[in-house]
């Protein structure tokens, strides 16, 4: 419960220190690139003399001059006008209705002529009747008014002429409306149709107005104004019409040129005056370091490493932030992990994309962008698992390769002529870069482990020396601890890659465990040689002291020469809290009154996964170095019985190690035995 409450406590801590630490980041970072939106701008007036040209430094769409030609485009476009042929045979009908109107009276006339009717109420009766009967025609038609002055004359011919009159209008009006006949038209059509009735010679004299008149007012349009397809295309015009735009590098005025109010608005528009405030690229800005940290940040809370490590690394990563191209990815892979050195090198390479882009180039230079994450991922691949000095350099041999071939790909693509110098100084600059990150990444290294603390590949190598001070102590003054050593550190390593733990570390740690047993090193069995142990002619709870002392010495003398923690960890963390069962056994057999817990070494238990694989290593090697016989089938059960044992004893509690892993451990741990103590062939004397 209070490992929990403490990992959690830990945990908050460092939320609040990575918060903490990336803000403050991140305000350095912004402060960095405000020279990017803060362009160049100028205290201009209107009808001022430039003294200098100006060039847009971002491309911007002029709105007024847009829309200006949209609307000059769409004033363009000619109306739409649709015949239709229905106008005419609708016009024509008309005409007949109302001719046949008038015979039909004028047959009544007739008939009521032949009765002897008073001749004047016949004529007033017929005019009524075909008043009657144009009403409704009057009423659709408001320029078809007939007098009854003008119906009584054409009652009055017979009906054989308003039988040819009827057929000269309907024939006039069908040949005038089967023309195309628009608004501005009808005043000349009606004048042909009038000219071709009078020249017709089947209208009286005495009847040619109204007939006349009655043709012209059945003229209309045959041609009709088609409003929506009108306004289809004067909107398909606008949306032809390309927005006008001020591009970036684009000479807007020019030196000693007046700045109207034309010029004025653009320069207005592209932000070159002083009286403008740039909150768009301020925005554009903080948004890309807010999401850059945010990464960090989420890289970071998903890491499973301990607070301390993991606040080094952050700290790493920011400062490293600042090295160009591959230096800053070999020195966190080299110092942290291979997945923090990529996120850094994307992340490094936008932000100098956008850093160094030029003033009329696009928002990211891509080329350079390109240029440095293709350099930072080849040296991410090369250095790949060893991290020797001549790795590191070969590393940068192969992101000069890199470099040059990217260089060539640019140049090409280009397609510009380039001078030999200036080829010849490409080449130097993209060598040099490579050589210069790796000769910087080897010069820096040991800088970033003795500032932070920090064990890398590179410092466990050299620790792994075995000409290393510490190292030839232990093989001169306990050499049998050393070959135990070198033992453990087998077995370690073969278990922690299984599970993917830092083999690494655990041979090189396991090298240094024992370093204690130096201080005494005759106390220890393995360090005996046919001679009597001295454990023999002392009480138990003298020689459990004496056992017990040597994981605390070893830290000792570790802290001592300046080793890094994680292995004086490891020295003083292999055994525990396990107990010394062989003198509770004897202390038992004299009769004395045994307190386990004074035969317990005082820990702490293994924090790590690579510390309990050592613990587990370290008690399998003894045991199974003291068996006769060994075989297969005993080394298995003796591995599985001294996991259980730890287990059991709570050896394990506060490592992340889970029994899936521990079991994989038990495997890899038994087939490294077996090979060791594999059966030999007995040869003849």
Not at 42 to 53: C, G, S, V
Request: aromatic fraction near 8%; glycine fraction near 4%; include cysteine.
């Amino acid at each position: 419960m209070m490992r929990s409450v403490k990992k959690f406590l830990n945990a908050l801590k460092f939320t609040y220190f990575s918060l903490f630490t990336i803000t403050l980041s991140a305000i350095i970072l912004f402060t960095f690139m405000l020279d990017i939106v803060q362009k160049e701008t100028y205290e201009l007036k209107e009808f001022q003399i430039a003294h200098e040209a100006i060039r847009s430094l971002k491309t911007v769409e002029d709105t007024v001059k847009t829309e200006q030609e949209r609307d000059r485009a769409a004033n363009e476009v000619a109306p739409v006008y649709q015949f239709t042929e229905d106008v005419a045979k609708n016009r024509q009908a008309i005409a007949t209705s109302i001719f046949d109107f008038l015979l039909d009276v004028k047959k009544e006339l007739v008939a009521d002529s032949a009765e002897e009717v008073e001749e004047v109420k016949i004529a007033e009766k017929s005019v009524e009747a075909m008043r009657e009967k144009l009403a409704a025609l009057e009423a659709e038609e408001p320029e078809l008014q007939l007098s009854n002055k003008a119906i009584a004359d054409l009652l009055a011919q017979d009906i054989e002429t308003l039988e040819g009159i009827k057929t000269s209008v309907v024939s006039v009006l069908g040949e005038e409306l089967s023309k195309p006949l628009r608004t501005s038209d009808l005043t000349f059509a009606k004048y042909e149709v009038e000219r071709q009735l009078r020249l017709s010679n089947t209208i009286p004299v005495e009847i040619e107005e109204p007939v006349i008149s009655i043709a012209r007012s059945l003229l209309v349009e045959t041609e009709i104004f088609n409003e929506t397809l009108t306004a289809s295309r004067v909107q398909e015009a606008r949306e032809a019409v390309e927005p006008i735009r001020i591009l970036q590098g684009q000479v807007i005025v020019r030196e000693g040129q007046v700045i109207d109010r034309e010029v004025y608005r653009q320069l207005e528009l592209a932000g070159l005056l002083t009286n403008q405030t740039q909150v768009k690229p301020l925005a554009g800005i903080a948004l890309f370091v807010s999401v850059m940290m945010s990464i960090f940040f989420l890289h970071f809370q998903t890491w499973r490493e301990s607070s301390i490590v993991k606040k080094k690394s952050l700290v790493i990563a920011l400062v490293v932030f600042l090295f160009p191209t591959a230096l800053a990815s070999m020195l966190i892979k080299l110092l942290v992990n291979e997945r923090l050195a990529l996120t850094t090198s994307i992340i490094i390479a936008a932000t100098a994309g956008i850093m160094l882009q030029d003033g009329y180039a696009a928002i990211v230079q891509m080329e350079i962008a390109l240029y440095i994450l293709f350099g930072s991922i080849t040296s991410l691949y090369l250095l790949g698992n060893i991290s020797r000095r001549s790795t590191i350099l070969r590393a940068s041999l192969g992101v000069s390769i890199c470099n040059l071939g990217f260089i060539a790909f640019y140049l090409l693509m280009t397609q510009t002529t380039y001078a030999l110098t200036e080829l010849i100084f490409y080449a130097i600059a993209a060598i040099t870069s490579g050589v210069l990150s790796g000769a910087l990444t080897i010069g820096l290294l040991p800088f970033f482990e003795t500032s932070f603390g920090l064990l890398s590949d590179m410092k466990l190598i050299e620790l792994s020396n075995p000409n290393h001070p510490l190292l030839k102590k232990i093989l001169t003054e306990a050499p049998g601890t050393y070959h135990h050593s070198v033992m453990v550190a087998n077995l370690a390593d073969a278990a922690c890659e299984t599970i993917g733990a830092n083999g690494l570390l655990a041979r090189v740690g396991s090298y240094y465990h024992d370093l204690g047993k130096t201080v005494r090193p005759r106390f220890f069995i393995e360090n005996q040689h046919a001679e009597q142990n001295p454990h023999d002619a002392l009480p138990p709870k003298k020689s459990k002291d004496i056992i017990i002392a040597h994981a605390a010495d070893g830290a000792q003398l570790l802290e001592k020469h300046k080793m890094p923690r994680e292995i004086v960890d490891i020295a003083r963390q292999h055994h525990g809290t396990s107990l010394l069962k062989f003198f509770v056994f004897k202390a038992k057999e004299l009769g004395e009154d045994v307190i386990e817990d004074e035969y317990r070494y005082p820990g702490p238990k293994p924090q790590t996964k690579e510390i309990a694989i050592i613990s587990i290593a370290d008690s399998v090697e003894a045991a199974v170095r003291s068996m006769k016989e060994p075989t297969s089938e005993k080394i298995n059960a003796l591995v599985c019985s001294i996991v259980s044992d730890k287990l059991r004893d709570g050896q394990f509690d506060e490592c992340d190690l889970s029994m899936k892993e521990l079991k994989r451990v038990e495997r890899a741990i038994c087939e490294t035995l077996n090979g060791m103590f594999h059966n030999r062939i007995e040869y003849p004397d």
